[in-house]
């Protein structure tokens, strides 16, 4: 069930999930970097404040896009509308409250950033924050420049909404992964398991080209 269908409630006003897939989208096809991204295969999701972070990613499999590894261990598979989804990136409040369009387009950049460049529902092992350490956020930074100098303003404005928009959240988490025989846990989500809910989005205005980035990124 989503809000839209529910009797007596008005319709979201701005659809922040199409906007995102938008962008990401257009980061695939502008940045030679991110061509293995494949916007429709990431879910987007609201989530909880998890201390200073903005966003996280989340791999939905194991290595080749397989669902049990060879300890046994599964991950749940998650689908939307019918279509596999590989990753779930979660948007924290203070993308929503404390961000402004550009700062916006640095976060959701390094969460792509930590996708493996097999899209395969796995994360690149090479870009974890404790084994990068600062060349992480030095390799981005250009990348996000780039971007954003290249980009029509229009696609980057998108991310620049003030006031409520609607994103999808889960109504049901899954895990992170399962044992078969030990853990009780749904194994497949589907739409079923998330429902449209509306967040309040503050945006700061845009910030300078010599500011881009112009905050910090923390996953
Ligand atoms: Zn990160």
């Known amino acids: 069930m989503c809000l839209d269908s529910v009797p ?3 319709k979201p006003r701005y659809n922040f999930n199409r906007a995102v897939r938008a962008i990401v989208a257009d980061v695939a096809k ?7 991204i494949r916007a429709s295969q ?3 999701v609201a989530g909880e404040a998890r ?24 991950k749940p598979r998650v689908e939307v509308k019918g279509r596999r989804m590989l990753y779930c990136i979660t948007l924290r409040p203070l993308f929503f409250r404390c961000s402004t ?10 969460e792509l950033f930590h996708i493996s460049r097999d899209f395969d529902g796995t994360l690149d092992p090479g870009r974890r924050h404790h084994l990068a350490g600062e060349t992480f956020e030095a ?11 290249s980009s029509p303003a229009s696609t980057v404005e998108a991310l620049g909404h003030h006031g409520e ?13 399962y044992l078969p025989r030990q853990d009780k846990v749904r194994t497949s989500y589907t739409e079923a398991q998330l429902f449209l809910g509306q967040v309040q989005m503050l ?3 845009a910030s300078p080209p010599s500011e881009w980035p112009d905050e910090p990124s923390v996953h």
Do not use: M, N
């Open 203 to 205: 945006t700061s205005p």
């Open 139 to 149: 390799s981005l930074i250009p990348l996000v420049q780039r971007y954003l100098s």
């Open 8 to 10: 007596g409630l008005s």
């Open 30 to 36: 502008r940045l030679p970097e991110f061509a293995h």
């Open 101 to 110: 369009p550009q700062a916006r387009v640095a976060t959701l950049l390094h």
């Open 51 to 74: 201390r200073a972070s903005r966003a996280t990613v989340k791999p939905l499999c194991f290595g080749g896009g397989k669902l049990e590894d060879s300890s046994g261990r599964c």
């Open 42 to 44: 990431i879910l987007v």
């Open 165 to 177: 928009v609607s994103i999808w959240h889960w109504l049901e988490k899954p895990v992170a992964s």
